[in-house]
């Protein structure tokens, strides 16, 4: 019995290693303090709660992709340069014809809820799904919503607008 084996990085402990890990925990604690004072568990429960709910199934494939970056890469048409391996996220670039997307991966819902917190500082639109996230140009993220799944969200940017 045969079976597609993707690469896999090999696990690298050098100084880059641990730099990229140290940089993905730092931002964590810092999503997490600056998130809010009394009165938000409400709110993040109800964004937790669409998180959830939100996620389709993908008519293409029939089912919702799973949150390993080289398994939804490759329902993407690519094979991801990992860029970022923490205990908290996965992250995996990929350039292709139609363009450089960036997919993130998380071990648990409750770190991709504050991934998307603190990604709205940003703005934008992004392709979400359970445990998952593909940050694309929006003209991307609806053919990509019919092969994974999930639910085009748009994170509204905080702080002053730039004017035309």
Do not use: N
């Amino acid at each position: 019995m045969t079976h597609h084996q993707t690469q896999q990085p090999s696990s690298r402990r050098g100084p880059a290693s641990r730099l990229r890990r140290g940089a993905a925990l730092a931002l964590l604690p810092l999503a997490v303090a600056c998130g809010g004072g009394e009165g938000d568990d409400a709110a993040d429960r109800k964004r937790a709660a669409a998180t959830r709910t939100a996620v389709t199934a993908a008519p293409e494939a029939g089912v919702v992709a799973p949150a390993k970056v080289e398994v939804i890469a490759g329902l993407t048409g690519c094979t991801a340069e990992i860029r970022v391996e923490a205990e908290e996220l996965r992250e995996g670039l990929c350039r292709t014809k139609q363009g450089e997307y960036r997919i993130t991966t998380f071990p648990e819902e409750r770190f991709k809820v504050t991934w998307l917190d603190s990604a709205a500082i940003y703005g934008g639109k992004y392709l979400v799904g359970t445990r998952w996230v593909v940050s694309a140009v929006p003209e991307l993220l609806e053919g990509f919503r019919s092969r994974l799944g999930g639910t085009v969200q748009e994170l509204r940017s905080i702080g002053p607008t730039v004017a035309p």
